[in-house]
């Protein structure tokens, strides 16, 4: 068995590296006779060497010496001649060669930070052959202080362990901790008198103190160790003590060879960071408000901190910088919080290459994916990418874990959507938790529209950051009849008249093209881009058609080899099936964007669009909240989305997508208008952004029920007084007054508390004047099933009713358990497809129906259009027939025939499969806390995976990839990349040439994101091994 381990010494930008090697050799007990080190017991060493290290090769102090020998005098009482301290694994001492590279490697990075301090620092060179550099200290007491916090300062610790500790410390003196932007400097220098010859001398009294190589302290350590009592028997801890030994070595070293990173270039950050951000983002300088924002003293000071800047300023660039600050510099673990799957994978793909770059690991927190609690890594720190709710759970579990303090940074983007009903509650209970629980986390809120920044800013303790910056300068204007009109909110009409439309528009197109849409596109495309926002998903289509219809040829000959490749993609995402309505406008260059498509499809239309293969998108408001695609023309079809008036914030979002920085010096918003709605638009873009409540009392009150539970869950509260302490700590208590009209908060509280008891959630200690409170085993599994309170009675039932007559030949049964309930609402069954696919299924599955409440006669009657008189539920029945949808996807994964069968939208199976994979996870975390489910545990956790990503087995390892969609995984594996492995270790030039349509960029992505993923599977097995490895603390000893 051999092992290595790679010591790495970074300074300056420069990487030096050394190699440990632990060699197994035969388990035979042999002679050490020939590795006579430093190490060996006094009887052991020859007369001849005297009590001198042999391979020393840096002069030491007497004292020092002194100290070695009295060392060797005190432990070798403890040192057995015949016992091998070691067992069987060579010392790591009798690497010579080893050493030899550390003692020259420390000797260079002494040298280093001598020219560094000197040259850059100091006006006045020491004239002195060995100047006294343990003079020189840290910037402030407390980075020291920081330092040793950061260390393993533990008072359990191994005797060598707390010797090398506090030598490293020692060491670590004079160098500045790598905290905010300051760097190590000379605070003092020794007393000097002059002599008459001019030269400069130290005062008497003032003696250079040698700094010793890390060897020595390597060697010190293990001698410690090696003389240390222990209750244990040493043949039981022997190969442990070696790698334990070389762990805290290791360690120690990285703790003191961190403190001399080039920390000061990039905002505290090294070098190598500015470098990577110009190479992967193609960014070589920030823009002055993100270096404004940096350098705020909330920053420096690491308190919370909330900044707001119109969409596509750059806001994301900054958290980024402030993640890698604490990953890197503070050591601590990070929390980026993202409102979309989508955006959570995309940001994923990006900063993996950051991760293998700079040695911390990108972890994803969307859908099922995500490990709670996560993976404790020893020796690397960690990003999570989730989205709101997975946030939640994994704080959660952090907190239950007592592991939060771990994480030093949360990011939350869109820090307005806390005012986004249930979504919104969630963000509050994450945050509320956070605050609560870790006072040494920092929390960093952005957002492009905050209205009521106050209230936020009580709530997190937060400072204020604003700017009105764009890169692109934005013009708003409005179109009424075929006049354009220009917002000036400054005016008193609001409006100022521009210019009119010049386009000829015959009696027959003026007819369909009322609004006169085809003249305001036609005025950018095909040369620029475009984004139309439609109020609903089919206007979307029609608009889009509309503007084919009346386009001009030439629109064809535009890049028409590259619609041709897109249209390829399309069909191939599609098993050979494609869209008929892109099949019309993808060759004009437009395409339509909206939740019916794949997330496939999506994504190559998004592709396509930034690549400027396409140059008009129609799409819905879902797409200003997502990702970012910007244009040069930007038009609101109507002021409405569905059948609700805009907000402030919405429009702001929609229009601020105009304007493309680096490409467009201006961008233009047109909002389409009628008479009617002249008042209100007015309004709309001179009006304040809208506040933004607590929801904790939205939907009569379930985000505060289940803050409560959970809070008490995770033993933060134990009695109704800590449950009010905690409350007062909530944005809800902060907006109390506006949100809590009729009862005081208090009041609500004590209520939630009463309602919980009822709902058998929790208890009350029955001992008197104790009242502590207790949850019980359903409130426990609720909520780290994170299930709705209002359905978590209903799925008790449920899945006890399926215990009784589980049926297991099918998926049917099971499928059925995990349907989301509030899915339901979303879709009503056609009674004739219901009957059709209901004669299909087998006899197992049909009595499978009847047990849950579903008979064959029921469906044939509906279909028939005849009245039932018996009552059955309507949420059993519809909740069935999603299951027969679900049942179809699985059985075909192919969305395509499934949703001509069942006649749904593609893109609604996609969500109801997600949304079905996502409850499914749920569910099996709640049976996992109840003991009569157990059976559940084995059956969900399969289908939770086939759910996920509905494709054939050989697949899945390649969709773990973060971005790797059906389509892509089907070309890798089909060009030989079968495994997670193969993908990690491909080479990007090779993928580009075996895999069609696929881009430099994209595949440098796709292996660093693999290379991430197989990282984070190898330690979290390494996690186990440790965890079997690792000897009881209860071990019984005589």
């Given at each position: 068995m051999a092992g290595m381990l790679r010591l790495g010494v970074r300074q300056s930008g420069l990487t030096m590296s050394a190699e440990i090697k632990v060699k197994r050799v035969?388990?035979?007990?042999?002679?050490?006779?020939?590795?006579?080190?430093?190490?060996?017991?006094?009887?052991?060493?020859?007369?001849?060497?005297?009590?001198?290290?042999?391979?020393?090769?840096?002069?030491?102090?007497?004292?020092?010496?002194?100290?070695?020998?009295?060392?060797?005098?005190?432990?070798?009482?403890?040192?057995?001649?015949?016992?091998?301290?070691?067992?069987?694994?060579?010392?790591?001492?009798?690497?010579?060669?080893?050493?030899?590279?550390?003692?020259?490697?420390?000797?260079?990075?002494?040298?280093?930070?001598?020219?560094?301090?000197?040259?850059?620092?100091?006006?006045?060179?020491l004239q002195h052959e060995n100047p006294d550099f343990t003079s020189l200290k840290s910037s402030t007491d407390k980075c020291l202080k920081k330092s040793r916090d950061y260390s393993m300062t533990d008072s359990n610790l191994e005797g060598s362990q707390l010797a090398f500790q506090q030598d490293a410390l020692q060491t670590a003196e004079w160098i500045c901790c790598?905290?905010?932007?300051?760097?190590?400097?000379?605070?003092?220098?020794?007393?000097?008198?002059?002599?008459?010859?001019?030269?400069?001398?130290?005062?008497?009294?003032?003696?250079?103190?040698?700094?010793?190589?890390?060897?020595?302290?390597?060697?010190?350590?293990?001698?410690?160790?090696?003389?240390?009592?222990?209750?244990?028997?040493?043949t039981a801890v022997q190969k442990e003590a070696v790698v334990t030994e070389i762990s805290v070595a290791m360690q120690a070293m990285e703790s003191v060879s961190m403190e001399t990173m080039d920390l000061e270039p990039f905002f505290g950050l090294p070098t190598k960071v500015k470098a990577l951000i110009c190479n992967l983002k193609g960014i070589k300088d920030l823009y002055e408000w993100q270096k404004n924002c940096l350098n705020l003293d909330s920053v420096q000071q690491r308190k919370n901190l909330i900044y707001s800047l119109p969409t596509s300023g750059g806001k994301t660039l900054v958290a980024e910088i402030l993640i890698l600050k604490e990953l890197l510099c503070r050591k601590r673990d990070a929390l980026f919080i993202l409102p979309y799957i989508s955006l959570v994978q995309e940001k994923v793909r990006g900063l993996a290459s950051f991760g293998l770059e700079l040695d911390f690991m990108v972890e994803e927190y969307a859908g099922n994916k995500g490990r709670f609690p996560p993976v404790k890594r020893r020796g690397k720190r960690s990003l999570y990418i989730a989205t709101i709710e997975k946030a939640h759970s994994l704080v959660n579990s952090l907190i239950e874990a007592n592991r939060l303090d771990n994480v030093g940074l949360v990011v939350v983007d869109e820090l307005h959507m806390l005012g986004d009903g249930s979504r919104g509650a969630i963000i509050e209970m994450t945050l509320a938790k956070v605050l609560y629980i870790?006072?040494?986390?920092?929390?960093?809120?952005?957002?492009?529209?905050?209205?009521n920044v106050q209230d936020l800013q009580r709530f997190l303790s937060a400072d204020n950051y604003t700017n009105d910056f764009r890169p692109v300068e934005l013009k708003e204007y409005v179109k009424l009849k075929d006049s354009i009109y220009e917002v000036d909110p400054k005016e008193e009409e609001c409006f100022r008249f521009s210019r009119l439309l010049n386009f000829k528009y015959s009696s027959a197109m003026q007819k369909i093209d009322q609004d006169h849409i085809v003249a305001l596109v036609t005025e950018v495309i095909p040369s620029q881009s475009c984004l139309v926002f439609c109020p609903t998903k089919k206007n979307c289509e029609n608009v889009a058609g509309m503007i084919c219809k009346y386009l001009k040829q030439d629109f064809i000959q535009h890049k028409q080899a590259e619609k041709a490749v897109l249209l390829g993609d399309l069909r191939s995402s599609g098993n050979g099936s494609l869209c008929p309505v892109l099949k019309k406008m993808v060759p004009y260059g437009l395409a339509y964007h909206h939740s019916g498509l794949t997330s496939e499809e999506r994504k190559l239309v998004e592709e396509a669009y930034s690549a400027g293969v396409l140059c008009l998108l129609t799409c819905t408001s879902t797409l200003a909240a997502g990702i970012n695609l910007p244009a040069r023309r930007v038009i609101l079809r109507s002021p409405y989305m569905a059948v609700d008036f805009l907000k402030r914030s919405q429009y702001k979002q929609m229009v601020g997508r105009a304007g493309r920085a680096g490409i467009d010096t201006h961008g233009e918003s047109i909002l389409i208008l009628q008479d009617k709605d002249k008042v209100m638009v007015k309004k709309l873009v001179s009006a304040p952004i809208e506040i933004c409540k607590s929801n904790l009392m939205h939907d009569n009150g379930k985000g505060i029920l289940s803050l409560i539970l959970s809070i008490i869950g995770l033993n933060i509260t134990n009695s109704l007084e800590q449950v009010r302490d905690f409350m007062d700590g909530t944005l809800l208590s902060v907006q109390e007054k506006q949100v809590c009209l009729e009862r005081s908060l208090w009041e609500v509280t004590q209520e939630c508390v009463e309602l919980l008891k009822v709902k058998g959630l929790i208890t009350v200690s029955t001992e008197p004047h104790d009242g502590t409170l207790h949850v019980t085993k359903l409130g426990r599994a609720t909520y780290k099933g994170s299930v709705d309170l209002t359905y978590c009675d209903v799925l008790y039932r449920d899945l006890s009713k399926g215990l009784e007559s589980l049926m297991l030949d099918s998926f049917l049964h099971l499928v059925y358990l995990v349907t989301p309930y509030d899915m339901v609402s979303q879709c009503k069954p056609d009674w004739m497809i219901y009957f059709r696919q209901f004669t299909m299924l087998s006899a197992a599955e049909q009595k499978m129906c009847a047990a849950v409440g579903v008979s064959e006669s029921f469906v044939a009657r509906k279909a028939a259009g005849q009245n039932m008189k018996k009552n059955v539920d309507p949420v059993v029945v519809s909740r069935l027939y999603l299951a027969l949808v679900l049942l179809s996807a699985l059985k075909e994964t192919d969305l395509w025939s499934v949703a001509d069968r069942f006649l749904l939208s593609r893109?609604?199976?996609?969500?109801?499969?997600?949304?079905?994979?996502?409850?499914?996870?749920?569910?099996?975390?709640?049976?996992?806390?109840?003991?009569?489910?157990?059976?559940?545990?084995?059956?969900?956790?399969?289908?939770?995976?086939?759910?996920?990503?509905?494709?054939?087995?050989?697949?899945?390892?390649?969709?773990?990839v973060a971005g790797v969609m059906e389509g892509r995984a089907k070309q890798l594996y089909n060009a030989g990349y079968k495994t997670l492995a193969h993908l990690a270790n491909a080479d990007p030039n090779v993928?580009?040439?075996t895999v069609e349509n696929l881009f430099k960029k994209q595949a440098n992505q796709i292996v660093a994101s693999a290379k991430m993923l197989l990282n984070e599977k190898a330690d979290a097995l390494q996690e186990e091994v440790d965890d079997l490895l690792m000897m009881p603390l209860d071990l019984p000893s005589l």
């Amino acid at each position: 068995m051999a092992g290595m381990l790679r010591l790495g010494v970074r300074q300056s930008g420069l990487t030096m590296s050394a190699e440990i090697k632990v060699k197994r050799v035969s388990s035979r007990k042999r002679s050490r006779d020939g590795l006579r080190s430093h190490l060996t017991p006094i009887r052991k060493i020859p007369s001849s060497s005297g009590q001198q290290c042999p391979d020393s090769s840096t002069a030491e102090m007497e004292h020092p010496r002194a100290m070695d020998q009295s060392m060797h005098a005190k432990f070798s009482e403890y040192c057995s001649d015949t016992e091998d301290l070691f067992g069987d694994y060579d010392s790591i001492v009798g690497d010579s060669s080893f050493l030899a590279k550390l003692d020259r490697e420390e000797q260079n990075m002494r040298r280093h930070d001598i020219d560094h301090a000197t040259s850059n620092r100091c006006p006045v060179v020491l004239q002195h052959e060995n100047p006294d550099f343990t003079s020189l200290k840290s910037s402030t007491d407390k980075c020291l202080k920081k330092s040793r916090d950061y260390s393993m300062t533990d008072s359990n610790l191994e005797g060598s362990q707390l010797a090398f500790q506090q030598d490293a410390l020692q060491t670590a003196e004079w160098i500045c901790c790598p905290d905010g932007d300051k760097t190590s400097k000379p605070m003092r220098r020794p007393e000097s008198v002059s002599t008459e010859d001019g030269n400069e001398r130290h005062n008497a009294g003032v003696v250079p103190k040698a700094r010793k190589s890390m060897s020595d302290h390597l060697k010190r350590a293990m001698l410690v160790n090696a003389a240390a009592p222990s209750s244990v028997s040493r043949t039981a801890v022997q190969k442990e003590a070696v790698v334990t030994e070389i762990s805290v070595a290791m360690q120690a070293m990285e703790s003191v060879s961190m403190e001399t990173m080039d920390l000061e270039p990039f905002f505290g950050l090294p070098t190598k960071v500015k470098a990577l951000i110009c190479n992967l983002k193609g960014i070589k300088d920030l823009y002055e408000w993100q270096k404004n924002c940096l350098n705020l003293d909330s920053v420096q000071q690491r308190k919370n901190l909330i900044y707001s800047l119109p969409t596509s300023g750059g806001k994301t660039l900054v958290a980024e910088i402030l993640i890698l600050k604490e990953l890197l510099c503070r050591k601590r673990d990070a929390l980026f919080i993202l409102p979309y799957i989508s955006l959570v994978q995309e940001k994923v793909r990006g900063l993996a290459s950051f991760g293998l770059e700079l040695d911390f690991m990108v972890e994803e927190y969307a859908g099922n994916k995500g490990r709670f609690p996560p993976v404790k890594r020893r020796g690397k720190r960690s990003l999570y990418i989730a989205t709101i709710e997975k946030a939640h759970s994994l704080v959660n579990s952090l907190i239950e874990a007592n592991r939060l303090d771990n994480v030093g940074l949360v990011v939350v983007d869109e820090l307005h959507m806390l005012g986004d009903g249930s979504r919104g509650a969630i963000i509050e209970m994450t945050l509320a938790k956070v605050l609560y629980i870790s006072k040494s986390t920092q929390i960093i809120g952005m957002s492009a529209t905050l209205g009521n920044v106050q209230d936020l800013q009580r709530f997190l303790s937060a400072d204020n950051y604003t700017n009105d910056f764009r890169p692109v300068e934005l013009k708003e204007y409005v179109k009424l009849k075929d006049s354009i009109y220009e917002v000036d909110p400054k005016e008193e009409e609001c409006f100022r008249f521009s210019r009119l439309l010049n386009f000829k528009y015959s009696s027959a197109m003026q007819k369909i093209d009322q609004d006169h849409i085809v003249a305001l596109v036609t005025e950018v495309i095909p040369s620029q881009s475009c984004l139309v926002f439609c109020p609903t998903k089919k206007n979307c289509e029609n608009v889009a058609g509309m503007i084919c219809k009346y386009l001009k040829q030439d629109f064809i000959q535009h890049k028409q080899a590259e619609k041709a490749v897109l249209l390829g993609d399309l069909r191939s995402s599609g098993n050979g099936s494609l869209c008929p309505v892109l099949k019309k406008m993808v060759p004009y260059g437009l395409a339509y964007h909206h939740s019916g498509l794949t997330s496939e499809e999506r994504k190559l239309v998004e592709e396509a669009y930034s690549a400027g293969v396409l140059c008009l998108l129609t799409c819905t408001s879902t797409l200003a909240a997502g990702i970012n695609l910007p244009a040069r023309r930007v038009i609101l079809r109507s002021p409405y989305m569905a059948v609700d008036f805009l907000k402030r914030s919405q429009y702001k979002q929609m229009v601020g997508r105009a304007g493309r920085a680096g490409i467009d010096t201006h961008g233009e918003s047109i909002l389409i208008l009628q008479d009617k709605d002249k008042v209100m638009v007015k309004k709309l873009v001179s009006a304040p952004i809208e506040i933004c409540k607590s929801n904790l009392m939205h939907d009569n009150g379930k985000g505060i029920l289940s803050l409560i539970l959970s809070i008490i869950g995770l033993n933060i509260t134990n009695s109704l007084e800590q449950v009010r302490d905690f409350m007062d700590g909530t944005l809800l208590s902060v907006q109390e007054k506006q949100v809590c009209l009729e009862r005081s908060l208090w009041e609500v509280t004590q209520e939630c508390v009463e309602l919980l008891k009822v709902k058998g959630l929790i208890t009350v200690s029955t001992e008197p004047h104790d009242g502590t409170l207790h949850v019980t085993k359903l409130g426990r599994a609720t909520y780290k099933g994170s299930v709705d309170l209002t359905y978590c009675d209903v799925l008790y039932r449920d899945l006890s009713k399926g215990l009784e007559s589980l049926m297991l030949d099918s998926f049917l049964h099971l499928v059925y358990l995990v349907t989301p309930y509030d899915m339901v609402s979303q879709c009503k069954p056609d009674w004739m497809i219901y009957f059709r696919q209901f004669t299909m299924l087998s006899a197992a599955e049909q009595k499978m129906c009847a047990a849950v409440g579903v008979s064959e006669s029921f469906v044939a009657r509906k279909a028939a259009g005849q009245n039932m008189k018996k009552n059955v539920d309507p949420v059993v029945v519809s909740r069935l027939y999603l299951a027969l949808v679900l049942l179809s996807a699985l059985k075909e994964t192919d969305l395509w025939s499934v949703a001509d069968r069942f006649l749904l939208s593609r893109g609604f199976i996609q969500t109801l499969l997600s949304s079905s994979s996502a409850f499914c996870s749920c569910v099996l975390h709640f049976t996992e806390e109840l003991e009569e489910f157990w059976p559940f545990n084995a059956l969900l956790t399969e289908l939770t995976r086939r759910l996920t990503y509905c494709v054939k087995a050989e697949l899945i390892p390649l969709m773990e990839v973060a971005g790797v969609m059906e389509g892509r995984a089907k070309q890798l594996y089909n060009a030989g990349y079968k495994t997670l492995a193969h993908l990690a270790n491909a080479d990007p030039n090779v993928l580009v040439k075996t895999v069609e349509n696929l881009f430099k960029k994209q595949a440098n992505q796709i292996v660093a994101s693999a290379k991430m993923l197989l990282n984070e599977k190898a330690d979290a097995l390494q996690e186990e091994v440790d965890d079997l490895l690792m000897m009881p603390l209860d071990l019984p000893s005589l």
